[in-house]
């Protein structure tokens, strides 16, 4: 079952703008994921924030988690075309202390950015 | 590091036929995870191993899926007696435990056609 919702379900932007996608989880966590997936293909994992942590940047990237919430975002600054792709938060959830990795994911948000 | 592989990339087979699909995991990762994805949605947990030992199947696993680690390296799922629900992406993905907050890197799956 889907843990997290994404939200907007579609962004389409100019370049140079900025994205931002909203997740939203259900359960307790270790760490939460954002991966990016071009069309049909395989997932590649952008980054990861732990439980403990609030936010983190990497390049143009800047994650933001709120456990109160149980929501977290994925701010892409100065967007080009080829960020195009969906984007997905993952969620490790934390079953009694105990991580075996497993992630559950959410629907994803298609970004689309004209050039 | 040349990342995960999977293989075939594409499978076509007709309704009640048995297909085999192989992931290799990056070397020196313990842990394996099988993902199903159909389109629009995110990936769905299948199964996970660490090193030979199948720790955790998902409910999605149904009789007709098996799948295997042996000596701890490559890992297999089998789909007995196809059916055109099982049409999806299939993905690996492994991750060294212990490590950096579990990252798992994903393969570029092997999509399965079932007419």
């Known amino acids: 079952s889907q843990q997290g919702e994404e939200d907007p379900q579609a962004l389409s932007i100019q370049e140079g703008e900025n994205a931002t996608m909203n997740c939203s989880y259900k359960t307790s966590i270790n760490n939460l994921q954002w991966y990016r997936q071009n069309s049909g293909r395989g997932l590649v994992h952008l980054i990861l924030i732990r439980s403990n942590e609030r936010e983190k940047h990497s390049g143009r990237l800047r994650v933001t988690l709120d456990t109160s919430k149980k929501s977290s975002s994925l701010l892409i600054t100065a967007s080009r075309a080829a960020d195009t792709a969906s984007y997905f938060c993952a969620t490790d959830e934390n079953a009694g202390g105990t991580s075996y990795g497993k992630l559950t994911f959410g629907q994803g948000t298609i970004l689309t950015v004209h050039p | 590091d040349t990342g995960v592989s999977q293989n075939p990339r594409h499978k076509i087979t007709k309704r009640g036929q048995n297909v085999t699909f192989r992931c290799d995991p990056i070397?020196?990762?313990?842990?394996l995870y099988w993902y199903r994805q159909t389109l629009g949605q995110g990936p769905e947990f299948l199964t996970y191993?660490?090193?030979?030992?199948?720790?955790?199947k998902s409910r999605l696993l149904s009789d007709r899926f098996s799948a295997e680690r042996p000596k701890g390296s490559f890992s297999t799922l089998e789909i007995q007696r196809t059916e055109q629900g099982d049409s999806a992406m299939y993905l690996c993905?492994?991750?060294?435990?212990?490590?950096?907050?579990?990252?798992?890197?994903f393969g570029p799956g092997t999509r399965l056609l079932v007419l």
């Open positions: 191993f660490q090193n030979e030992a199948q720790l955790e």
């Open positions: 070397s020196e990762h313990n842990r």
């Open positions: 993905a492994s991750s060294l435990s212990g490590g950096a907050g579990e990252t798992q890197y």
